[in-house]
């Protein structure tokens, strides 16, 4: 009876563990905006010495990762005078971002453990670069160079609620599932659950 209790406990924190592991991941969109935030903190800390009052400028690619990082400064930016995409003598500094890309890969697929959980390795990376310029002599007074990644992993049901359909940069193709994966772990999940079955119908009849 002592054996049969035990399984069942097994199976209940393996099935509690994937669970959690379901609630807390991420999408890719938050992963992105998370960089993000993370960039634009050393910025807001020179912008922050430049003072508040001035005026400034912020020119950035009207492509999509351009777009998303721009909805992001005008969040954490929003206490600021900021015009965008502008230009004239009233302006004290432009800030120019140049190169602003976002994408997500995954890397490969894999089985995490002996209830075959299909995982999939994920990366997504925030890369671009940004001039603050003195708009009085079009001198470059700050520079940032930022390109970071984000690496984990997720549960493969899961694809659809890590993808978001309104942004490209947050899908990517599936790579291909080794053999091992494909073959190996169901196996051995089969033979493992055969086995279970067996060993509770050979504890009950005792």
């Known amino acids: 009876m002592t054996l049969k209790y035990l399984l069942c406990i097994i199976l209940i924190l393996s099935a509690g ?15 992105a905006g998370s960089l993000v935030d993370e ?13 508040k009052d001035n005026l400034y400028s912020i020119m950035i690619d009207d492509n999509e990762a351009g777009e998303y990082i721009l909805d992001n400064i005008k969040r954490k930016f929003a206490d600021y005078r900021i015009v965008f995409r502008e230009n004239s003598d009233s302006i004290k500094y432009r800030i120019i971002f140049k190169n602003p890309i976002i994408t997500t890969r995954y890397k490969k697929i894999f089985t995490d453990n002996i209830l075959g959980t299909k995982k999939v390795e994920r990366e997504v990376a925030v890369s671009y670069d940004a001039d603050v310029i003195d708009n009085t002599n079009s001198s470059v007074i700050y520079n940032l160079n930022f390109n970071k990644k984000f690496k984990d992993d997720f549960n493969l049901e899961n694809l659809n609620y890590i993808e978001n359909q309104r942004y490209k940069f947050s899908r990517s193709s599936l790579p291909d599932e080794n053999n091992a994966d494909k073959i190996l772990f169901p196996s051995l999940i089969i033979g493992a659950s055969a086995a279970a079955i067996i060993l509770f119908f050979v504890i009950r009849s005792k």
């Not at 960039?39 to 003072?51: A, E, F, M, V, Y």
């Open 17 to 31: 563990g994937i669970l959690f592991s379901q609630g807390n991941v991420s999408t890719n969109v938050d992963a």
């Open 39 to 51: 960039s634009l903190i050393p910025l807001n800390n020179k912008l922050l010495i430049l003072g």
